[in-house]
């Protein structure tokens, strides 16, 4: 994936606000790109929202994966105040903590330690998304831009 800084223009770097404004909004958006659904133009599967509950944005790590079956409180909202809070230059970390998130994501052929047989394509939502990180930071600067430029709000 290429960097934030390269994928940037130099009227962002320039704009006092403009590039900490684009930082956070491409994390948020590739948080919200790797959560969407097949049915909704995404590439997670989901069948109860259990994966994409398990979803997590941290500064600190990434999200560790929790081993056997269990049940994940939505942290979009969470995950949403981590990224607009993530210091400008600091790393998002975005990763899923459903033991089968691999399986799903990168697919899988054989048998697993529970000893069920699996023939399964991956779906590839995390590779979906992080090839398109340069059109996303584009999308995203082009929005700010837009924000930027139109003034601020008018008082009520």
Do not use: C
């Not at 790590?61 to 269990?70: D, H, Q, R, V």
């Not at 691999?102 to 394509?121: C, M, P, W």
């Amino acid at each position: 994936m290429t960097g934030f800084a390269a994928a940037i223009s130099d009227w962002a770097r320039e704009t006092e606000g403009a590039f900490e404004a684009v930082f956070h909004a491409s994390a948020q958006e590739v948080f919200n790109a790797v959560r969407l659904s097949v049915k909704d133009g995404g590439r997670m599967p989901i069948k109860t929202g259990n994966l994409r509950r398990s979803f997590l944005a941290s500064t600190a790590e990434m999200p560790s994966i929790k081993e056997g079956a269990a049940t994940f409180p939505d942290m979009g909202g969470a995950s949403e105040l981590t990224i607009a809070g993530a210091p400008l230059g600091s790393t998002v970390y975005i990763g899923a903590q459903a033991a089968y998130a691999a399986r799903l994501n990168y697919g899988f052929v054989g048998e697993d330690s529970l000893g069920r047989a699996y023939n399964q394509t991956g779906y590839g939502f995390i590779e979906a998304v992080s090839q398109r990180w340069p059109q996303i930071v584009a999308a995203e600067e082009a929005k700010v831009r837009a924000r930027f430029e139109a003034g601020p709000a008018p008082q009520s």
